[in-house]
């Protein structure tokens, strides 16, 4: 089991004394095994047990709060990161359901960036690794604060272009999206995946969105299996 630790997700609430970020115990990646890992477009992880549906008229977050204890509980991952992976789930069932995007692709993403990140109350995330050089510059350095380069942003590693054309706030407060808000990067990294024709619930759209978002097979190949044990977990007796 991949292990965490449990936050509470606050959405649209705000504390006028928020306590300090508290540290996520995130895993180190997963390794891929010869044996294990499919080769790229053969398989597409399951999706696991699904978020509640998105009701824009009515307050979902009793829902997703159960919802996020309950996977919490299957998977060890926290409840904190789980609400927001889910809340872009459901925001994505409603707006794209071709695309059939699931929770645990984007814990798996998650997964594979950094174990030593810190979240805070507001989702905003502290304690990532300084990102590699990640190709020609395309933001001036305004995202990552190099005008030479790109380097990968946020808890996801969405690369700046992508941000600049998908990046929209998750809680409907109105502010600026920020690449350091997990909330944030959940629903515009979802934005981003589903931004093809693709169904990720099937091998062909999974691995053309996940080479989109990263070139490499086997870090598909690793996102593959974290998020098939996520999915798989998240749903066992």
């Excluded at 549906?53 to 204890?69: H, I, Q």
């Excluded at 926290?78 to 071709?98: D, F, H, I, N, V």
Aim: charged share 20%.
């Amino acid at each position: 089991m991949l292990t965490g630790v449990i936050l509470v997700v606050t959405i649209g609430l705000r504390n006028p004394d928020p306590p300090a970020p508290a540290p996520i115990a995130a895993p180190p990646p997963a390794p891929t095994e010869p044996d294990k890992a499919p080769k790229a477009g053969s398989q597409a992880p399951r999706a696991g047990l699904a978020a509640p549906p998105d009701r824009p008229a009515v307050s979902d977050k009793a829902e997703l709060d159960a919802w996020a204890t309950r996977v919490q509980e299957k998977t060890g991952l926290s409840a904190r990161l789980l609400a927001g992976y889910g809340r872009a789930e459901m925001w994505m069932a409603r707006q794209k359901p071709t695309c059939h995007l699931s929770w645990a692709t984007l814990a798996a993403i998650g997964h594979l960036t950094s174990d030593q990140l810190q979240i805070a109350e507001d989702g905003t995330v502290t304690g990532l690794p300084p990102a590699p050089p990640a190709g020609p510059d395309t933001d001036a350095g305004k995202l990552d604060g190099d005008r030479t380069a790109d380097h990968k942003l946020g808890p996801l590693q969405i690369p700046p272009s992508a941000w600049q054309k998908y990046a929209e706030r998750a809680n409907g407060d109105g502010k600026t999206p920020t690449p350091a808000n997990l909330d944030d990067a959940a629903y515009t990294t979802a934005r981003y995946l589903c931004s093809g024709n693709d169904d990720l619930g099937t091998p062909e759209g999974w691995w053309r969105a996940m080479l989109l978002y990263n070139a490499s097979v086997q870090y598909g190949q690793n996102a593959f299996l974290a998020a098939d044990s996520y999915a798989a977990e998240s749903v066992a007796p």
